[in-house]
């Protein structure tokens, strides 16, 4: 399903997610630092100055042994447009995550909507636990894109008229699907990030598999493209000691 713009209040359907990194505070050496006042005090503000490359040895011991404090004293905010079941999910995460999303009290939703394309798996083989995605038929693909096209135009349409009326926004969206796109910020440090990473996307290192849905994993490998830029070696230690979070 490609993208198509909402114009004019008319639904607009997307089957992407959008991550922009707006700000950070993040590096290798905010690691190393951290780590090295347990052992040399004020001195450690000279890891300031220097290479990180020089003591990636201590971040994959960090990492290894998990000593995962150190890997706090960063932060990254993110910009994130997607559906709001993704968010629903994103905020089971709690612990180093801030979150502020628009509000569909304070300003009236915009009628953009989540439509998987056509690499989305549909279907759901075995039990919970042993489960595994398939990928769906061209009927299936099709009643999938009708059903939830002509689903969102009714919900949007009821909201239009219930603002019309002069329903207050904060009732009137509560016809409003999950499928709806919102946005957010959201703010962590990398042991969150990596947290988060370990369970929200699958990969060839993980030394513990998770089962994300797509939809969330999306956001997740954009986070981690950004993060894997800003501090490469505390990545690699992540990567190398089983993505797993210190």
């Known amino acids: 399903m490609t993208d198509t713009p909402a114009d004019d209040l008319k639904p607009g359907f997307r089957s992407d997610v959008t991550v922009e990194l707006v700000k950070h505070t993040a590096s290798d050496a905010d690691v190393l630092f951290a780590a090295r006042v347990s ?21 994959n011991y960090l990492m290894r042994d998990r000593h995962g404090s150190p890997f706090e004293h960063n932060s990254m905010t993110f910009f994130v447009s997607a559906p ?23 300003r009236e939703l915009q009628p953009v909507f989540y439509v998987p ?16 995605f398939v990928e769906g038929t061209p009927d299936q693909q099709q009643l999938v894109g009708r059903a939830m096209e002509e689903s969102y135009r009714q919900s949007y349409e009821a909201y239009q008229e219930m ?30 990030l990596m947290h988060f990473l370990g369970l929200r996307t699958q990969h060839e290192l993980a030394k513990v598999p998770s089962f994300p849905q797509r939809e969330i994993e999306m956001v ?11 501090m490469p070696l505390t990545y690699a230690a992540f990567n190398a000691n089983g993505r797993v979070a210190p």
């Open 163 to 192: 603002l019309a009326a002069g329903v207050a926004r904060e009732v009137a969206r509560a016809v409003l699907p999950v499928g709806l796109y919102s946005s957010m910020y959201a703010t962590c440090n990398a042991r969150s």
């Open 84 to 106: 709001i079941f993704v968010f629903r999910e994103f905020m089971r995460h709690r612990v180093g995550w801030s979150y502020n999303e628009e509000s569909g009290r304070y």
């Open 117 to 132: 394309d056509a690499d989305r798996k549909l279907v759901q083989e075995g039990r919970p636990g042993k489960y595994r």
């Open 39 to 59: 052992t040399i005090g004020e001195q450690s503000l000279d890891e300031l100055g220097k290479d990180p490359e020089r003591s990636k040895g201590l971040i």
């Open 220 to 230: 997740g490998e954009k986070m981690e493209a950004e993060w894997a830029r800003l």
